[in-house]
């Protein structure tokens, strides 16, 4: 999955068209999402790791992926399932999202770029890693991917100011659950690590062997521009 600073890179360029626009929903024309609540969103489907005696397959629910294992995204129907789960979770939560305009939708955001990244992204650095002899069967190959995602997160901390807006958002935003999938009291906990890991403690400054930091600010860029246009053909939104 795409770093933490990487979707709320993507949620405040997304902000930028969506906001600056006056974008409505396609469901109620008089109503439009909320920054904070839009960027909040973001960060929830990885909220479920801070749930007491977190497993995996908890975050792969949240993410609409049971029966959908790691390694298997790219197989025959696998990704139409998860689009099919996305539209479901959209329209289940419609009227939530009327309570807290942006929230759900910032939720759909992340998972749009997840997709890209699962599909795209990851197998670059797979690639990469292979010339070392690693493999997706090596623990290690694992170990390396998280600890390269958060290096890229930490160099878009000191290079895109715009995190800071984000950063004043989390802490801004009033409390929030996504029902029936994590609760009020994780995601409060998951938004104050995040702003204390990301925001407060020192980082290495340190370049990434395998996963490049300028693939990723192209994959930004792209899935920006590839989100907006989701939005409006998948009828979430209308300009």
Same mark, same amino acid.
């Given at each position: 999955?795409?770093?933490?600073?990487?979707?709320?890179?993507?949620?405040?360029?997304?902000?930028?068209?969506?906001?600056?626009?006056?974008?409505?929903?396609?469901?109620?024309?008089?109503?439009?999402?909320?920054?904070?609540?839009?960027?909040?969103?973001?960060?929830?489907?990885?909220?479920?790791?801070?749930?007491?005696?977190?497993?995996?397959?908890?975050?792969?629910?949240?993410? $609409?992926?049971?029966?959908?294992?790691?390694?298997? $995204?790219?197989?025959?129907?696998?990704?139409?399932?998860?689009?099919?789960?996305?539209?479901? $979770?959209?329209?289940?939560?419609?009227?939530?999202?009327?309570?807290?305009?942006?929230?759900?939708?910032?939720?759909?955001?992340?998972?749009?770029?997840?997709?890209?990244?699962?599909?795209?992204?990851?197998?670059?650095?797979?690639?990469?890693?292979?010339?070392?002899?690693?493999?997706?069967?090596?623990?290690?190959?694992?170990?390396?991917?998280?600890?390269?995602?958060?290096?890229?997160?930490?160099?878009?901390?000191?290079?895109?100011?715009?995190?800071?807006?984000?950063?004043?958002?989390?802490?801004?935003?009033?409390?929030?659950?996504?029902?029936?999938?994590?609760?009020?009291?994780?995601?409060?906990?998951?938004?104050?690590?995040?702003?204390?890991?990301?925001?407060?403690?020192?980082?290495?400054?340190?370049?990434?062997?395998?996963?490049?930091?300028?693939?990723?600010?192209?994959?930004?860029?792209?899935?920006?521009?590839?989100?907006?246009?989701?939005?409006?053909?998948?009828?979430?939104?209308?300009?």
């Amino acid at each position: 999955m795409a770093g933490t600073m990487v979707h709320l890179t993507i949620a405040e360029l997304l902000w930028q068209r969506i906001g600056q626009e006056g974008w409505h929903y396609a469901f109620d024309t008089e109503l439009c999402p909320q920054e904070d609540l839009f960027i909040a969103g973001n960060i929830c489907p990885d909220g479920i790791m801070a749930r007491k005696n977190y497993r995996r397959e908890m975050k792969l629910h949240s993410h $609409f992926r049971d029966g959908i294992p790691d390694g298997s $995204f790219d197989k025959p129907g696998m990704q139409p399932l998860f689009r099919r789960r996305m539209a479901e $979770f959209w329209r289940e939560h419609q009227e939530d999202e009327r309570e807290l305009p942006g929230l759900y939708l910032g939720y759909i955001t992340h998972m749009m770029t997840d997709e890209k990244f699962v599909l795209e992204e990851r197998p670059k650095f797979f690639q990469e890693i292979s010339r070392i002899g690693l493999t997706q069967r090596d623990r290690e190959t694992f170990v390396r991917f998280n600890e390269e995602t958060d290096l890229v997160d930490f160099a878009l901390i000191r290079n895109e100011p715009m995190l800071q807006k984000a950063k004043q958002s989390l802490q801004r935003v009033q409390e929030y659950e996504i029902k029936n999938m994590i609760t009020a009291e994780e995601l409060t906990d998951s938004r104050n690590w995040i702003l204390q890991h990301f925001f407060v403690e020192e980082h290495p400054d340190k370049k990434p062997e395998f996963l490049s930091y300028e693939s990723m600010l192209g994959f930004i860029r792209q899935t920006t521009e590839e989100i907006v246009q989701r939005l409006l053909e998948e009828q979430l939104l209308t300009s």
